[in-house]
């Protein structure tokens, strides 16, 4: 199947390892170019060796900074002249009670998870309204986590943001979706566990399928979603966790 993604132009967040870079891969591999936006400049030094320096640019930035998401648009345009989307994941909040979390941690949280993807999307969508933008929700859209308040506060609202973005988008051709990932076997992930996922720790998270997802598996999902071959599609939230997620 020919995705439809050859020359078209990305911006990545979170894309220094992880879902962002495992999106990334997806989206080259089947022709697209890529701008990576993460904190660790290093990093995102490798990966776009990696990923081919004809298809990949970075740009070492905090997605907290207002000025980031702007950077990062003008990066693609500067090189590529174009701009066809964004994958936008932004960092976890912290976890936390709902009445011992502080008002300046809701602030931080609100500020971190929930700002910091909405600029990117007016960044992007202020250059071209039929972009197809997707976002890095979390399984706690639709349920909540335990002892993550900030989360289960912040995701959902997100949810609904991209349901109305995709409204708004609708007319001019442009999409929105997103994707909740479940337990994803990232380096973070790995190193959380303290060892390589197992059976038991599937079972563990009551993961029917009996394993960890892998970062590949996301990308490949994120990047059909992206793709010309999706274009039906958009204003959903869509699990990536093995039915891990016990709600419809």
Request: proline share 6%.
């Amino acid at each position: 199947m020919d995705l439809g993604l050859s020359g078209k132009v990305f911006v990545i967040t979170a894309a220094s390892g992880g879902l962002g870079l495992a999106t990334a891969q997806s989206l080259v591999a089947e022709g697209a170019r890529v701008v990576l936006v993460a904190r660790r400049a290093e990093a995102l030094s490798t990966a776009v060796r990696a990923l081919g320096g004809d298809s990949a640019s970075a740009v070492p930035a905090d997605l907290a900074h207002p000025d980031t998401a702007r950077r990062a648009v003008d990066a693609a345009l500067e090189r590529w002249q174009r701009l066809d989307g964004a994958f936008v994941s932004v960092g976890g909040p912290p976890k936390g009670a709902v009445l011992t979390t502080t008002d300046e941690q809701w602030a931080l949280a609100f500020d971190s998870v929930f700002l910091a993807a909405l600029r990117v999307a007016r960044a992007v969508c202020g250059v071209n309204c039929a972009a197809t933008v997707g976002f890095v929700l979390s399984v706690s859209a639709k349920s909540p986590l335990p002892d993550m308040a900030p989360s289960n506060g912040l995701r959902p609202g997100l949810a609904m943001l991209v349901k109305q973005l995709a409204d708004e988008l609708a007319p001019s051709g442009g999409r929105a979706f997103a994707l909740a990932p479940g337990n994803i076997a990232t380096q973070r992930m790995i190193d959380l566990l303290g060892h390589q996922p197992t059976g038991q720790d599937a079972a563990n998270a009551g993961i029917p399928m009996g394993r960890l997802g892998t970062p590949a598996e996301f990308g490949q999902v994120a990047a059909f979603l992206l793709s010309d071959a999706a274009r039906y599609l958009t204003g959903f939230l869509l699990p990536v966790d093995g039915g891990m997620l016990r709600t419809l």
